[in-house]
Nanobody, 124 residues
Framework: QVELVESGGGLVQAGGSLRLSCAAS???????MGWFRQAPGKEREFVAA????????WTADSVKGRFTISRDNAKNTVYLQMNDLKPEDTAVYYC??????????????????WGQGTQVTVSS
């Protein structure tokens, strides 16, 4: 059984940084891993995604230049480095993984597995 466990969320002041981690167990290979977020009253939205080799990444325009996704396949872990955080980044952040090569990495519909989420709160 596949399990994704996020960690690293918390409360930070605007302009600060956090690094989220997502450790996967139960399966060692995912074509894509990604991060999505959901703020209160809003739909879950794409943040960033990365392919198996790490050679291709996708990032939402709203976080481009501030957030970086990376993965360590030896540890079966994906990371989201978040810098220059803003109050509008406040949300629950979810890790997602797909075993399917033929998905649109920015769409949540292609992901098979989801974590429980970790709260990120940015104060102004």
């Amino acid at each position: 059984q596949v399990e994704l466990v996020e960690s690293g969320g918390g409360l930070v002041q605007a302009g600060g940084s956090l690094r989220l981690s997502c450790a996967a167990s139960g399966r060692t290979f995912f074509e894509y891993m990604g991060w999505f977020r959901q703020a209160p009253g809003k739909e879950r939205e794409f943040v960033a995604a990365i392919n198996w080799s790490g050679g291709s990444t996708w990032t939402a325009d709203s976080v481009k230049g501030r957030f970086t996704i990376s993965r360590d396949n030896a540890k079966n872990t994906v990371y989201l480095q978040m810098n220059d955080l803003k109050p509008e980044d406040t949300a629950v952040y979810y890790c997602a993984a797909s075993s399917n090569r033929y998905i649109l990495p920015r769409s949540r519909l292609g992901y098979d597995y989801w974590g429980q989420g970790t709260q990120v709160t940015v104060s102004s």
